[in-house]
Nanobody
């Protein structure tokens, strides 16, 4: 069993930055692919970024490419999402998730482990 806990969300002005962290316990994340998803009110959950087990491959949604960076520290069992140049449309609950596959899947059904989510609000 993998337990994931996100932190780092909050209220930020447009153009600002936030760094989300996802700390894992229960098992090492070293062999899991990791993803960051977000869900805005009345919208489907979408994958914004994913990283392979080694960190060698990454995926970014077009909406965040060039602004968000996903990274991981397997020694600390933690995954990060650096979010820069934030826009109001980035407002959502952000979730981290772990997948057995070890790759960069964007399909939420391939992620059996999820955190509780952290709210990100971008507003002036």
């Amino acid at each position: 069993q993998v337990r994931l806990v996100e932190s780092g969300g909050g209220l930020v002005q447009p153009g600002g930055s936030l760094r989300l962290s996802c700390a894992a316990s229960g098992r090492t994340l070293s062999y899991y692919g990791m993803g960051w998803f977000r869900q805005a009110p009345e919208k489907e959950r979408e994958c914004v970024a994913a990283i392979s087990w080694s960190g060698g491959r990454t995926y970014y949604a077009d909406a965040v490419k060039g602004r968000f960076t996903i990274s991981r520290d397997n020694a600390k069992n933690t995954v990060f999402l650096q979010m820069n140049s934030l826009k109001p449309e980035d407002t959502a609950v952000y979730y981290c998730a772990a997948a057995y596959s070890g790759g960069t899947s964007q399909n939420p059904n391939e992620y059996p482990y999820w955190g509780q989510g952290t709210q990100v609000t971008v507003s002036s």
